[in-house]
C-alpha cells in the first residue's frame, strides 16, 4: 500500500531562453528514491529548487500529500531536507555549533543526535574544531550529518532533497551513505536525489532523465 | 518562535565576535571622521560645538550604511541563507534576529562610543544624554530599514552602490530628527518632540520591517 507523497504535474521551466523541462509530470511514493539524471545545465538544479520551494519561476504545480507546497509551505518544509550545492555551514563556527543551529532553525533534526550523527560522517573528534579548518570534504560532512539528525517519528512524511550529496566524498563515505539512504527509504522515507555517480542502493529507484524533457 | 530568533541572533552574534574586523570597521570610520573633521575643517572650539551634532550624526549613518552590505552577504554565499528560509519557524523572527544583530553589533556600540567624540568635537556637555538616547532609537530604525536593502541586494554582484541609492532617502528623516533632537538640546529646548518621533519611527519599522526583510530575501534566494 504505497502512499502518495509528491506529485508533479505540468511543470515547465526556461532559463536564459532555454526550455529545461516542460510537461514534466512524475509522481513519487513513499518509500522511493528518485534519481534524477542528465547532462549538465539540462535543469537538474532548478528542478530541486523548485520543488524545495526556493525558486518560482516555473509553471505547473506541485502537490505534497494532495496540498499545493505553497498553500502549506511551513508544513512541507518541517518535512523537508534539502542539500545543495553550497557547503551550507558557516567557517567560523565548529561543527557542533553549526549543528546546533540547524536543529534549532530546523525542528525535524533532532539535537541530541548530534554526536552520534558527527560519528556516523567521520568526525568524531572534531566537533570543537572550527569548520574553516576542516577539509572541504569533512565540510561536506558537517552538512551530511543533518541526515543522521532526522527525528525517527514521521519518518513517512519526510523527503530529503539531495543536490550531488557525494561531491567531495570518498569512497568509504559513498557507501556508508548509500546505505543510510537505503535504510532511511526502507523506513518509509522518500529521497530526491542528483549524481553522476552509479548509484548502489537496495530500495526501489524511480528513474528520470532530464535530457528528455527539454529543448536540445 | 522566539526560539528560532534566539538561536539565529545568538549564531550571528558569535560569528561578529570571532570577525572583529567586520564589526570594527564602521566603528573606526565614525572615529575617524570625528578625529579628521577638526584638522580638516577648523580646530576651534566654538565653530566645531555648532557642528557637532550634523557631524555625529552623519558620520553614525555612513558609518551604519557601510555595514550593511555584508549583512546578508556571508549567509547567501554559503548556503546557509536558503537553508535559513527552508525553516518551517517563522521568517519574520529570523529577519528580526537578523537586524537585531546588525544593530547590537553597529547602533549599539556607535552609540557608546558617542559621548567620546562628542568631547572631542566641543560638543555641550548638556546635549550628551540626547545625543546618545537619539542615537540608540535612531540607529535601530536605520538597521531595521537598511536591512531591507540589503536583502534586495544580497543576489547581485555589486549590490553596494544600489543599497545607497535605495536607503538614503529613507534615511534622511531619521537623520534631520536626530540631529535636530540633539541640536536643541544644545540650545536648551525640549527635546520630547523629537525623541517621539523618532520612536515612533522606531516602531513603526520594528513592526513593517521584518516583513518586507523576509520577502527580499525570498526573491533574492529564488533567481
Known amino acids: 500500500m504505497a502512499v502518495l507523497l509528491l506529485e508533479v504535474k505540468d511543470l515547465y521551466c526556461e532559463r536564459d531562453d532555454k526550455v529545461l523541462f516542460e510537461n514534466l509530470s512524475f509522481q513519487l511514493q513513499q518509500g522511493t528514491v528518485l534519481h534524477l539524471g542528465g547532462s549538465n545545465g539540462s535543469g537538474k538544479t532548478s528542478l530541486l529548487r523548485i520543488l524545495c520551494g526556493l ?7 506541485i502537490e505534497f500529500f494532495g496540498q499545493k507546497i505553497d498553500d502549506e509551505l511551513a508544513y ?3 518535512s ?11 567557517l567560523g563556527l565548529t561543527a557542533l555549533e553549526n549543528l546546533t543551529w540547524y536543529a534549532r532553525i530546523q525542528p525535524q533534526l533532532d539535537a541530541s543526535l548530534i554526536s552520534k550523527a558527527l560519528t556516523e560522517v567521520g568526525l568524531a573528534g572534531y566537533e570543537q574544531v572550527l569548520c574553516q579548518n576542516l577539509s572541504a570534504g569533512q565540510r561536506r560532512r558537517v552538512n551530511l550529518a543533518r541526515l543522521y539528525m532526522q527525528k525517527t517519528t514521521d519518518v513517512s512524511h519526510s523527503l530529503w532533497i539531495l543536490d550531488e550529496p557525494f561531491t567531495a566524498i570518498d569512497k568509504q563515505g559513498v557507501a556508508a551513505l ?19 555517480q552509479q548509484l548502489e542502493l537496495n530500495s526501489k529507484i524511480q528513474r528520470l532523465n532530464l535530457d528528455d524533457w527539454g529543448t536540445k | 518562535m522566539m526560539r528560532v530568533f534566539w538561536a539565529e541572533l545568538s549564531r550571528d552574534l558569535l560569528l561578529a565576535f570571532r570577525h572583529k574586523g567586520d564589526f570594527l570597521n564602521p566603528l573606526i570610520f565614525f572615529l575617524m571622521v570625528a578625529v579628521l573633521f577638526p584638522l580638516g575643517v577648523s580646530p576651534a572650539a566654538d565653530f566645531l560645538a555648532q557642528i557637532a551634532p550634523g557631524v555625529l550624526w552623519v558620520s553614525a549613518l555612513l558609518a551604519t550604511l557601510l555595514s550593511l552590505d555584508n549583512l546578508f552577504k556571508s549567509d547567501f ?7 535559513l528560509l527552508l525553516s518551517p519557524e517563522s521568517t519574520y523572527m529570523i529577519a528580526l534576529a537578523k537586524a537585531c544583530a546588525h544593530w547590537i553589533t553597529t547602533g549599539l556600540p556607535l552609540a557608546l562610543m558617542a559621548p567620546l567624540l562628542a568631547v572631542m568635537l566641543f560638543l555641550p556637555a548638556q546635549a550628551i544624554v540626547t545625543l546618545v538616547i537619539s542615537l540608540l532609537i535612531g540607529t535601530a530604525t536605520l538597521s531595521l530599514v537598511g536591512a531591507i536593502a540589503s536583502a534586495l541586494t544580497v543576489g547581485l554582484k555589486k549590490g553596494g552602490v544600489l543599497i545607497s ?11 534631520i530628527f536626530g540631529a535636530s533632537a540633539v541640536q536643541s538640546a544644545v540650545d536648551g529646548l525640549p527635546v520630547t518632540a523629537y525623541l517621539a518621533i523618532l520612536g ?18 525570498r526573491v533574492s534566494v529564488s533567481s
Request: aromatic content about 12%; glycine content about 6%.
Open chain 1, 55 to 61: 525558486y518560482h519561476d516555473y509553471e505547473g504545480q
Open chain 1, 178 to 196: 548509500e546505505q543510510h539512504i537505503s535504510a532511511f527509504s526502507a523506513s518509509g522515507g522518500t529521497v530526491i536525489l542528483t549524481t553522476h
Open chain 2, 200 to 217: 515612533a519611527m522606531f516602531a513603526l519599522s520594528l513592526v513593517l520591517a521584518p516583513f518586507a526583510i523576509a520577502a527580499s530575501l
Open chain 2, 165 to 175: 541609492l535605495l536607503v538614503i532617502p529613507l534615511y534622511i528623516p531619521v537623520l
Open chain 1, 76 to 78: 512541507y518544509h518541517s
Open chain 1, 80 to 90: 523537508l531536507l534539502y542539500f545543495g550545492h553550497q557547503v551550507s555551514v558557516k
Open chain 2, 77 to 83: 554565499d554559503d548556503g546557509t541563507l536558503e537553508q
